[in-house]
């Protein structure tokens, strides 16, 4: 493979497309586009999200120091992408894009009723990161489409759809097709015994 350096800069993918959903102090509900998300503990169940500090959503969570992560589907690129590019300071992205949202358990921030999978997270702790934000959050309750559910207990990934993010690119993209098991396929490298 023949490589051409790019220099510093943020050209990485595949990112996940999430719609982050936060209340301000007087309850409105804004909701945000992020990819710049990931897990970052299984125990306790957590997740990192980094926010540019003149975002509506990051004054949001740091006021109520909560917020919903809602994984976006394919069929939403439209709507997420609408909601990356213009702020809760300036329009009420949820009435422009149609998208609607329920109450969730324990956090004051909903749950987008369009999205298969929704965190429900309480920010533990925030990494400053030049204009950027890293915040981390322990994720408190997981809702899914039940939908995805199949018999076997299993999860069924073709329900979730989710809109892949193609950073630097800036294209969105679909998942394709399962390729492999996790946790099992690499073995197969061992020798048989
Ligand atoms: C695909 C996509 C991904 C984005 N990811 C992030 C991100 O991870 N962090 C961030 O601060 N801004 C990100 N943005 C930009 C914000 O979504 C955008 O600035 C938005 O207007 C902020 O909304 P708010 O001011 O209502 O919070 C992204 C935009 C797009 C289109």
Not at 42 to 63: D, Q
Not at 102 to 117: C, K, Q, T
Request: net charge negative.
């Amino acid at each position: 493979m023949n490589k051409v350096r790019l220099g510093p800069c943020i050209t990485f993918f595949p990112q996940p497309t999430t719609l982050i959903s936060s209340v301000d102090a007087t309850g409105a509900v804004n909701i945000m586009t992020a990819s710049w998300a990931g897990l970052v503990s299984k125990t306790p169940p957590s997740i990192g999200i980094s926010l540019h500090h003149k975002r509506k959503s990051y004054e949001n969570i740091r006021h109520s120091g909560e917020f919903v992560v809602n994984m976006v589907p394919a069929t939403l690129a439209v709507e997420a992408d609408y909601c990356g590019v213009r702020s809760g300071y300036d329009v009420d992205k949820l009435a422009i894009s149609g998208l609607t949202t329920g109450s969730a358990d324990i956090v004051f921030a909903p749950l987008l009723n369009e999205s298969p999978l929704n965190l429900e997270c309480r920010l533990t702790l925030e990494v400053p990161l030049g204009d950027y934000r890293l915040l981390i959050a322990e994720i408190l309750e997981v809702h899914i489409d039940a939908a995805a559910q199949r018999q076997d207990g299993g999860l069924d990934a073709t329900v979730f759809n989710p809109l892949v993010y193609l950073g630097g690119l800036r294209e969105y993209w679909s998942l394709g097709e399962k390729k492999g098991q996790a946790y099992k396929d690499g073995l197969a490298l061992e020798p048989q015994k």
